[in-house]
């Protein structure tokens, strides 16, 4: 699945959740589907770049210094816990936010008892 097309169904299926909870006292949930939600994009972002130089380049894309991301883009931790930890700093949620990923909560937060 491409970016583009991962988008807008994160986006459906977000709208469709906060819809069902919106009259629903939801936050501690939502917060933590959304933390997971958040790291499960990370680690699909992190396994497309497959190749240790794509994932070098685009971690300096993300503003990691060159050294850095030649250490991370050559490690050997699997999607997942790549996912929960430099990755997190390279795709903040600022940055997921800014590339057009979803928030639960930040939906949550638009649309809660209107």
């Known amino acids: 699945m491409g970016y583009e ?3 807008k169904a994160l986006h459906n ?4 959740w906060v819809s069902y909870f919106q009259y629903a006292d939801a936050r501690e949930n ?4 959304g933390k997971w939600l958040n790291r499960r994009i990370r680690m699909c972002i992190w396994k497309s770049w497959k190749l240790p130089k794509t994932r070098v ?10 050294w850095r991301a ?4 050559n490690t050997s931790k699997g999607y ?7 990755m997190e ?9 800014r590339a057009g ?14």
């Open 5 to 7: 097309q991962r988008k």
């Open 13 to 16: 299926v977000i709208r469709g």
């Open 30 to 33: 939502l917060t933590a589907i």
């Open 57 to 66: 380049h685009n971690l300096i894309k993300c503003g990691i210094p060159q």
């Open 70 to 73: 030649y250490q991370w883009g």
């Open 80 to 86: 997942w816990a790549a996912a929960g930890s430099f």
């Open 89 to 97: 700093v390279a795709a903040s949620n600022r940055n997921l936010a």
């Open 101 to 114: 990923y979803p928030s639960l909560l930040g939906y949550y937060e638009k649309y809660h008892c209107r």
